[in-house]
Each structure stands twice: as structure tokens, then as C-alpha cells.
């Protein structure tokens, strides 16, 4: 059984910083490129991250500077630090793990996590 679980989320004031982290059993960690996305209400869902297996990372022109995501293929989890967090960024955060470049740069990924909520006020 997969499971992606994203914990982390909460609320923090402009300017803050806040850690989330993607715990993930069922795959094949190592092989799996690793996205994160965000989707604010009444808005579609958008790429914020991904990293490859190998630990390249890839960035929305949003959050570059800003943002940063890691892996720890020993632990199966991959991480997303977010500072200088802006109200633009409030949403609701998602990780999803896929193989397939064709379908993830279709946005199309093999797993997905329930998502955890990130309200940034000002």
C-alpha cells in the first residue's frame, strides 16, 4: 500500500519560515521523481518544486530564493523549506512521487499525498 503523508503545514506571519516534510512508504523512493504542489482556493493546482532521484531540483520563477526542497532517500522523505513565506502563499501544499518525466511534466503523477494547509497572514 503507498502512502505519501505531507506534515509541516500551519499558520505563520509574512516574512516566516516553515518546514514541510513528505513521509512515504509503498514505493521505490530512490527512483521516484518527488513534487511538490500548491493549490489556493478557487485557484488551480500549481507546481512549486520537484527534485529528481538524484537530488536536482527544479522551482516555480514564484518561489525561487525562497523555497527549497531536499530528499532523504534513507528515510523515504522529501522536504520542502519555505522562508520569507508571502500571504500569496497560502494554500493547500500536496507531495506526489512519479517515474514518468512524459506524464510529470504533465503534471500527472503516479501518487499523491492528502495535502497540508499553509495560511501565511499578513
Known amino acids: 500500500q503507498v502512502q505519501l503523508v505531507e506534515s509541516g503545514g500551519g499558520l505563520v506571519q509574512a516574512g516566516g519560515s516553515l518546514r514541510l516534510s513528505c513521509a512515504t512508504s509503498?514505493?521505490?523512493?530512490?527512483?521516484?521523481?518527488m513534487g511538490w504542489y500548491r493549490q489556493a482556493p478557487g485557484k488551480q493546482r500549481e507546481l512549486v518544486a520537484r527534485?529528481?532521484?538524484?537530488?536536482?531540483?527544479n522551482y516555480a520563477d514564484s518561489v525561487k530564493g525562497r523555497f527549497t526542497i531536499s530528499r532523504d532517500n534513507a528515510k523515504n522523505t522529501v522536504y520542502l523549506q519555505m522562508n520569507s513565506l508571502k500571504p500569496e502563499d497560502t494554500a493547500v501544499y500536496y507531495c506526489?512521487?512519479?517515474?514518468?518525466?512524459?506524464?510529470?511534466?504533465?503534471?500527472?503523477?503516479?501518487?499523491w499525498g492528502q495535502g497540508t494547509q499553509v495560511t501565511v497572514s499578513s
Open positions: 506526489a512521487a512519479g517515474r514518468s518525466w512524459i506524464e510529470i511534466l504533465r503534471g500527472n503523477y503516479d501518487y
Open positions: 509503498g514505493i521505490t523512493f530512490s527512483t521516484n521523481i
Open positions: 527534485i529528481t532521484g538524484g537530488g536536482v531540483p
